[in-house]
């Protein structure tokens, strides 16, 4: 069975370093076996069908096919097209900020107890909140100022990260036929 998935990588075509063609990705993970492979913006959005049996699986499979096709271990965020749904719809930013807010979304669901220890840490301007995969934040300051970034998230959690604004977000579920 055919199960659709969202891939975000991260630090690739960001000022000019681990430069990849979005069509030469799409090309390199669906002649690995993905299906319907869609991708938004040069960032590594990307949007596929597996009947691989597990995350962890796509996960491999799609590092190693990134490695070997453009030489680039890529730090990258899978979920399937439910929990990214849940994900979405689950930011607490309200509604006057919500368009301001970024997704920092965890490779794995860190300890209950870290996500409570992290959720009671205050900043000036910053507000930030874990809730299951995702750290949702919003400055209300220049992001050069910010301390709650999505490097301070993965060393806080010690999982991997990747950081991803609104407008991204809605768009893909958008792609994903969910709004």
């Avoid at 681990?18 to 799409?26: C, G, P, Q, V, Y």
């Avoid at 409570?116 to 299951?132: H, M, P, T, V």
């Amino acid at each position: 069975m055919m199960i659709q998935y969202v891939a975000l990588l991260r630090g690739i075509n960001v000022g000019g370093h681990k430069k990849i063609l979005m069509a030469d990705l799409r090309a390199s993970i669906e002649n690995v076996g993905f299906k319907n492979v869609q991708s938004y913006i040069q960032s590594g959005n990307i949007i596929f069908e597996s009947a691989l049996p597990s995350k962890t699986h796509i996960e491999s499979v799609l590092k190693q096919t990134i490695l070997k096709g453009f030489g680039y271990d890529v730090p990258l965020v899978i979920l399937t097209k439910k929990a990214f749904n849940t994900v979405v719809n689950s930011n607490p930013i309200d509604a006057e900020c919500v368009e301001k807010s970024y997704f920092s979304l965890l490779a794995s669901k860190p300890p209950a107890d870290t996500v409570l220890a992290f959720n009671n840490l205050r900043w000036d301007k910053e507000w930030a909140q874990g809730i299951g995969v995702c750290v949702y934040s919003y400055f209300n300051k220049p992001y050069s100022k910010v301390k709650c970034t999505g490097s301070y998230i993965e060393k806080y959690f010690g999982i991997e990260t990747t950081t991803r604004n609104y407008r991204t977000m809605k768009a893909l579920q958008k792609m994903l036929h969910l709004e």
